[in-house]
């Protein structure tokens, strides 16, 4: 399975967002799933990307020209490719994976996510949206999404395929539900 992770080019504030990225690479390698991810060396990028090669994994990395250059790009991904734009960059980590797992981040991270969640909705595909819910980091969002299907913007059958998780065995356990479908 290819598992597209979104998350910050930062490590953020808190020591434990790096370790369970590192667990959460080294899960991805040792299932024997392929990281796509955004192609970056730094921040939880970095981390996440690394400990999947550490694993022996397959890293596929989706970058914009833009960045490519700017030292951010990690060489030595198992595949990368080189976008013109940003949204082609989402389109192609988007059609390349099978499931989708979003880290806390930041503005980027969030709209990645929402995009795979709105394209859910709208039954544009059947795979896992699955918010890392490190330290309770996605409750504001699952708040706002209660108030959504409260207020009769969404209903929990739009929902069906989000998942907040608060651990690797959770995000285990829902990777391993959709590989056998």
Same mark, same amino acid.
């Given at each position: 399975m290819k598992i597209a992770v979104y998350c910050g080019s930062?490590?953020?504030? !808190?020591?434990e967002m790096m370790r369970l990225t590192q667990e959460l690479g080294k899960m991805i390698a040792?299932?024997?799933?392929? @990281?796509?991810?955004?192609?970056?060396? #730094?921040?939880?990028?970095? %981390?996440?990307? $690394?400990?999947?090669? +550490?694993?022996?994994?397959? %890293? /596929?990395?989706v970058i914009p020209e833009f960045l490519n250059g700017q030292d951010r790009r990690r060489d030595n991904c198992t595949h990368m490719t080189v976008t013109r734009s940003m949204a082609e960059r989402k389109? @192609?980590?988007?059609?390349?994976? +099978?499931?989708? /797992?979003?880290l806390p981040g930041g503005?980027?991270?969030?709209?990645? #996510?929402?995009? %795979? #969640?709105?394209?859910?909705?709208l039954n544009r595909h059947q795979k896992p949206c699955i918010l890392f819910d490190i330290h309770? &980091?996605? $409750?504001?969002?699952? $708040?706002?999404? !209660?108030?959504? #299907?409260? !207020?009769? &913007?969404?209903?929990k059958e739009d929902?069906?395929? %989000?998942? &907040?998780?608060?651990? /690797?065995?959770? /995000?285990?356990?829902?990777i391993n539900e959709y590989e056998k479908d």
């Open positions: 930062t490590f953020g504030n !808190d020591p040792e299932g024997g799933h392929s @990281l796509v991810y955004g192609g970056g060396k #730094i921040g939880l990028m970095g %981390v996440v990307s $690394q400990a999947v090669l +550490d694993g022996g994994g397959e %890293v /596929i990395g389109t @192609l980590m988007e059609e390349l994976a +099978d499931a989708y /797992i979003a503005a980027g991270t969030l709209e990645e #996510i929402s995009e %795979v #969640i709105s394209l859910s909705k309770e &980091f996605y $409750q504001p969002l699952k $708040q706002m999404m !209660d108030r959504m #299907i409260e !207020d009769d &913007f969404l209903s929902l069906r395929r %989000v998942y &907040f998780a608060d651990s /690797i065995e959770k /995000i285990r356990k829902i």
